[in-house]
């Protein structure tokens, strides 16, 4: 197997006796690589019929037990060019004649964002980083390289940079000609905010206020919504597909819209008027409880890597070098808060997101098993989740601060 920069890819696919991949053969116990080594490689063009993983630790529960004609994915650049650039296009792989899903079998594919907002007043660093070091290790999960799409501005080709219209398109690409047993991951590394919701009247707690991410052009194309990714990529999941998110936006914890947060200590939580859907969606991303202060915010924003990212790859490497196998749910949740602790995150707590409630002390963190459906109902939510307003020292929102910041001054390329 051939990595995308040309090389054999060193790192072994072996799997555990207990029947999940060993994460060591895939080198997570390695020392942290250095985030600004090289550029990102371009896509190499993709094979014909895509490429397959066949694993054992995937469960299809909730598949058809029959197989299906398998679709056939479209590459990004084909994909831009079906949709024509516009996300609301519903963009339909035809089948590949002769292929055909076997339970047992996944597909993978991934979307990775990141964002520095270079040349703005918050500008971050080492988000191109972030998306390549969780690229290396999707890379030894057997995602294979023509079906892992990287936006990032560091890229010259405007086809790959983080634009509003870009990222909008790439959910609708991730999510296209999809069979129950498909596996996907999406990560976002970059600012959040809240946008006001002009369709609901103001209360007296004040504005309704979504959730959502900045995107590179937010001064000329503005937010994307909780609601938009909610509807362009969880809401088009079929049953039987696994959706891994990774959100990493300092303030606030983006949670993709999904129906259930889980607290380790209090357990599952249902969100008020959420939607259910049949797909099988995990989101881990952090947050404080407490308020965040200029000086905090700054040294977020200086930092070499995002919070969420940063602490998911040290907590991966280091439970992978205790050799002890799979690891369940609660155990990363409690890793991803020591490497909190270990920062000098204080206030801060790992969040996990769900489409459905499991239990964490049991279910193995794996990407790629996928749960039976468990939802007695399935439907959409009436509007726009709203959260409340999150304040910066007291004045103001510390979200809307930084939009502004960004909006201020236009990202050069």
């Given at each position: 197997?051939h990595?995308?920069s040309?090389?054999?890819?060193?790192?072994?696919?072996r799997?555990s006796a207990?029947?999940g991949?060993?994460?060591?053969?895939?080198?997570w116990?390695?020392?942290p690589r250095?985030r600004h080594e090289e550029?990102?490689p371009?896509?190499?063009?993709?094979?014909e019929?895509?490429?397959q993983a066949?694993?054992?630790e995937?469960s299809?529960?909730?598949?058809?037990a029959?197989a299906?004609?398998?679709p056939?994915?479209?590459d990004?650049?084909g994909?831009?060019s079906?949709c024509?650039?516009?996300?609301?296009v519903?963009?339909?792989?035809?089948?590949?004649?002769?292929?055909?899903?076997?339970p047992g079998?996944?597909?993978r594919r991934?979307?990775l964002?990141?964002?520095?907002?270079r040349g703005?007043?918050a500008?971050l660093?080492?988000s191109?980083?972030d998306?390549?070091s969780?690229?290396?290790?999707?890379?030894r999960?057997?995602?294979?390289?023509e079906?892992?799409?990287?936006l990032?501005?560091?890229?010259?080709?405007?086809?790959f940079?983080?634009t509003?219209?870009?990222?909008?398109?790439a959910l609708?690409?991730?999510?296209h000609?999809?069979?129950?047993g498909?596996?996907?991951?999406?990560?976002?590394?970059?600012?959040?905010s809240?946008r006001?919701?002009?369709?609901?009247?103001?209360?007296?707690?004040?504005a309704a206020?979504?959730?959502?991410?900045c995107p590179?052009?937010?001064?000329?194309a503005?937010?994307?919504?909780?609601s938009q990714?909610?509807?362009?990529l969880?809401?088009?999941?079929?049953?039987?597909?696994?959706?891994?998110?990774v959100?990493?936006?300092?303030?606030?914890?983006?949670?993709?819209?999904l129906?259930?947060v889980?607290?380790?200590?209090?357990?599952?939580?249902s969100?008020?008027?959420a939607?259910?859907v049949?797909?099988?969606?995990?989101?881990?991303?952090?947050?404080?409880d407490?308020?965040?202060?200029p000086e905090?915010?700054q040294?977020?924003?200086?930092a070499?890597?995002?919070?969420v990212?940063?602490?998911?790859?040290?907590?991966?490497s280091?439970?992978?070098?205790?050799?002890a196998?799979?690891?369940t749910y609660?155990?990363l949740l409690e890793q991803l808060?020591?490497?909190?602790?270990?920062?000098?995150?204080q206030?801060?707590r790992?969040v996990l997101?769900?489409?459905?409630?499991?239990?964490c002390?049991s279910r193995?963190?794996r990407l790629?098993?996928?749960?039976p459906?468990?939802?007695?109902?399935?439907?959409?939510?009436?509007r726009?989740r709203?959260?409340p307003w999150?304040?910066?020292?007291g004045?103001g929102?510390l979200?809307q601060?930084?939009?502004?910041?960004?909006a201020?001054?236009?990202?050069?390329?």
């Amino acid at each position: 197997r051939h990595s995308a920069s040309g090389g054999m890819d060193e790192a072994p696919r072996r799997h555990s006796a207990s029947g999940g991949i060993d994460e060591v053969a895939f080198g997570w116990n390695r020392a942290p690589r250095d985030r600004h080594e090289e550029p990102l490689p371009p896509l190499p063009p993709p094979s014909e019929p895509p490429p397959q993983a066949r694993a054992a630790e995937v469960s299809t529960s909730g598949a058809s037990a029959v197989a299906s004609a398998r679709p056939r994915w479209l590459d990004w650049q084909g994909y831009l060019s079906s949709c024509g650039g516009d996300p609301e296009v519903k963009v339909h792989a035809p089948a590949t004649e002769g292929d055909y899903q076997q339970p047992g079998d996944c597909r993978r594919r991934a979307l990775l964002i990141g964002i520095d907002y270079r040349g703005c007043q918050a500008q971050l660093n080492g988000s191109a980083g972030d998306v390549r070091s969780i690229r290396q290790v999707l890379l030894r999960l057997d995602f294979s390289p023509e079906w892992i799409l990287c936006l990032t501005d560091d890229q010259a080709n405007p086809e790959f940079q983080p634009t509003r219209c870009n990222i909008l398109c790439a959910l609708g690409w991730l999510c296209h000609g999809l069979v129950p047993g498909d596996v996907l991951f999406f990560h976002f590394r970059g600012h959040g905010s809240q946008r006001r919701d002009p369709g609901v009247a103001v209360g007296p707690n004040g504005a309704a206020l979504e959730d959502a991410f900045c995107p590179l052009d937010l001064s000329s194309a503005g937010y994307i919504t909780e609601s938009q990714v909610f509807d362009l990529l969880v809401a088009r999941l079929p049953a039987g597909v696994r959706l891994t998110a990774v959100t990493d936006c300092c303030v606030p914890s983006v949670g993709l819209g999904l129906s259930f947060v889980c607290d380790p200590q209090r357990g599952w939580a249902s969100v008020p008027d959420a939607c259910c859907v049949a797909g099988d969606v995990v989101c881990l991303t952090a947050q404080t409880d407490t308020e965040v202060q200029p000086e905090a915010l700054q040294a977020l924003c200086a930092a070499p890597g995002g919070v969420v990212t940063t602490a998911l790859l040290q907590a991966m490497s280091e439970l992978a070098g205790r050799r002890a196998g799979p690891v369940t749910y609660l155990q990363l949740l409690e890793q991803l808060q020591e490497q909190l602790r270990r920062a000098g995150l204080q206030g801060w707590r790992p969040v996990l997101w769900g489409s459905q409630t499991f239990d964490c002390s049991s279910r193995m963190f794996r990407l790629s098993d996928c749960l039976p459906n468990g939802n007695s109902e399935l439907g959409y939510p009436p509007r726009a989740r709203h959260r409340p307003w999150r304040r910066w020292c007291g004045d103001g929102s510390l979200e809307q601060a930084v939009a502004t910041r960004i909006a201020a001054s236009p990202a050069k390329p």
